[in-house]
């Protein structure tokens, strides 16, 4: 008796602890921060938050202090032509911002470096420039960096006809001195090729991947790894050799630290068949060779937590598309995808009708936006209402082997209609535990929910958020991570966009 009132002491005191633990601070609104502003978060400087924010043609650094006050509004009157959405890469004392402009036929491509207050460090410098012919509505430049933050790259793809695809690249350092520059040239014979997932590891060596499918919107085929080190001007090819079974959402991931190349996607045994499993390729750049190719299928165990909605056994796994996936140091890799899908009046979508595969990110971003974490807050149909859903989270644990260490299912079931803005969850990882944040409803009030995995794959409901303000709603997808227990999350506010600081 006495051991359990023990025992059940420590479970309250431990339940108070991380509840006291929780903290949101919210900005206040501001007048020009109306729902369609655009906005970057830049990260944590000096104790401040700093944000960029994009009203129309007004450019803005934002500085907030530790209680989300906005101490600071920096105008960013060098950017006198039109930008297209820009790129930021924070360090320290800095952080670079890379914008493009077009001017007459010729876009340009430059960098600003400005200090934790905003202000611009020096002129800013012209990285390249790029010939077009009409005017161009999107990015020519895609812009990269290393995860040590030690070499950053931009890339443009130029077809000029269906069989060759032109892919430039520009490396740089830190201190933008250019590194190598190079052109590849990179057949594509069949008109349903495509260019995806490029990624740049700390040595400055590109990888990405080349992949086949009978459609636009249809199962992959045929995958290539194509590698190209940094002071080389030739591509080195890999064949995957995926015959007999067909992939989608296909994801490449670096490990810097094992110095391997991941490519894992979900993979079906039919064509637009139900999906069967994970596909798995883990290649070794020193030794030039692949350590392992795994088709893991997934257990009727899995499939019976996963499963949300009406679906089946079999079709449990059919709204899943990858998310996260985060490298361990001894050569293993967790993975995370979520339940998405949309319904038109009254007409559920499947994977196999979005026109690029996932409704989160496109294989064809490089080519329409020209960013590989391209996450939009809002996508209106053709018809009056689109209900968009965003369901359950699976979670799988692999060893360096490619062997399923565990799995596990965050239950959640979101829906909105018209726009995806508010659905989604922000992942927190905090080395021993994986945080998601989500907006869930109970008893018809909105809360902001908090699920943690441990590293052996224990689930644990941490204690909702107490301090929630009516009247603000999160946008976790667009969150970011800034410290070791700190995100700031977007908010809308009376049709205002504000950020709240979240510290677990």
Known sequence: ?????????ISVLLISIAASAQKITYSDPEREDLRNMGFDIIGKMNGNIVIYKNNRDLHSICIYDPAMKLVNKVRMTFLTDRIFKPDFIQYPDFFYMIYQFQKRNVVYCMAAKLNADGKLLSDPIQLDTTEVNLANSNKVYSFLFSEDKQKLMLFKINTKSDKVDNVSTLLFDKSLTMLHKSRIVIPMPDRNDFLANFQLDNDGDIAFLKEWGGAQNDNISKLLLMTKSAMADEIKVIDLNISGFYLDDIRLKVDNFNRHYLVTSFFAKQRRGNVDGLY????????????????????????????SGGSSLKTAFNDFFLRNIIMKKDGGFFLVAEAMYSSTRGNTLSRWDYLSGSPVWTPSDYYLYNSPFYFPGSRYGMYDVTRYFAENIAAISFDMKGKMEWSNVIAKSQYDDNSDRFLGYALVN??????????MQEKRQTIFDDQSLSID????????????????????????????????????????????KVEL
């Open 280 to 307: 798995l390729y883990l290649w070794d750049k020193d030794n030039q060779k692949d350590i392992f190719v795994k088709n893991v299928p997934f257990t009727d165990e899995f499939r019976t937590d996963a499963r």
């Open 1 to 9: 008796m006495k051991k359990n009132i023990i025992v059940l002491v």
């Open 430 to 439: 905090m080395g021993d535990q994986i945080h998601f944040l989500f907006n």
């Open 457 to 500: 794959g224990q689930l644990l409901r941490n204690p909702t958020f107490k301090n929630l303000d009516k009247g603000y709603d999160f946008m976790p997808r667009q969150a970011k991570q800034v410290g070791a227990r700190m995100i700031i999350v977007p908010c809308e506010y009376h049709n205002y966009v504000c950020f709240a």
